[in-house]
């Protein structure tokens, strides 16, 4: 927790942990109150022992801190989770920004994404070095690059971060089987959503997350999106200087 103000929560993606953050912390930290924080299973939290519920483990999370108004920014795994906890608890969300998201009942199409079976066979036969990189290749490097393509520092400090939850089997354990689903899904219940809202994806991200992206711009009233060029599952890592003044821009007119 760092800053002053009103309430920021930073919500990290599946694969990696709150320090993918960095590049946002102390420029938020200087306009608002931020928490990150690391979910079950990544990080430095527990591990998981069971399929769990991130939106549940969300709002828990926001009690025991006594938040009752708060900012939400998600990406991917977290921004699935804040869109559902929005859609059951508006008047906790102030503004929602929603970075390389699939909205629950969103049902991908085509061919799914390369390396992803190898990346589930590596998992379950705990080959955790494989496992982990595959996941790199699928989210990190995105279809559209090879890992030479991406900044090597980067892509170090995403698998230093990765490793955690591969060796703790987070995926298979806590989020391969869906924990009470929202219902009816976030996909049926966007036109509902009031609170101001930012979608941000990565250009090279794959095509059903761009796609997913305009359903939910076209849907939530109000909602702005914004592509960000040169980045894949991770813009707020690989192109902090553009990500950075959009979420601030949206954040100083939205709350």
Same mark, same amino acid.
């Given at each position: 927790i760092a800053g002053e103000g009103s309430t920021i929560v930073l919500g990290h993606a599946g694969f990696?942990?709150?320090?993918?953050?960095?590049?946002?912390?102390?420029?938020?930290?200087?306009?608002?109150?931020?928490?990150?924080?690391?979910h079950r299973g990544y990080g430095r939290s527990d591990r998981a022992h069971a399929p769990v519920s991130r939106r549940h483990d969300l709002a828990r999370f926001l009690d025991a801190l006594h938040i009752d108004h708060t900012a939400l920014i998600g990406c991917s795994l977290s921004a699935e989770a804040m869109l559902d906890f929005a859609l059951e608890h508006p008047s906790r969300v102030s503004a929602l920004a929603l970075i390389s998201a699939v909205p629950s009942g969103f049902e991908l &199409?085509?061919?799914?994404?390369?390396?992803?079976? #190898?990346?589930?066979?590596? =998992? &379950?036969?705990?080959?955790?070095?494989?496992?982990? #990189?595959?996941?790199?290749? =699928?989210?990190?490097?995105?279809m559209f690059r090879q890992p030479h393509q991406v900044d090597s520092a980067l892509r170090q400090r995403v698998a230093e971060m990765n490793r955690i939850a591969v060796a703790n089997g987070t995926w298979l354990i806590a989020d391969s089987q869906p924990v009470d689903p929202l219902t009816p899904p976030a996909l049926d219940r966007l036109a509902q959503l009031t609170t101001p809202t930012l979608i941000v994806t990565g250009q090279l991200d794959h095509p059903e997350l761009l796609r997913a992206a305009d359903v939910m711009a076209a849907r939530i009233p109000h909602a702005q999106k914004h592509i960000i060029p040169a980045a894949a599952h991770l813009p707020s890592m690989e192109q902090p200087a553009i990500f950075n003044p959009v979420l601030l821009n949206f954040l100083n007119t939205a709350i």
């Open positions: 990696v942990d709150s320090r993918m953050w960095d590049a946002q912390w102390s420029l938020l930290a200087s306009h608002y109150r931020v928490v990150r924080f690391d &199409q085509g061919e799914p994404p390369p390396h992803l079976f #190898e990346m589930i066979g590596a =998992l &379950q036969s705990n080959d955790l070095e494989q496992a982990s #990189e595959y996941q790199l290749r =699928l989210w990190l490097d995105g």
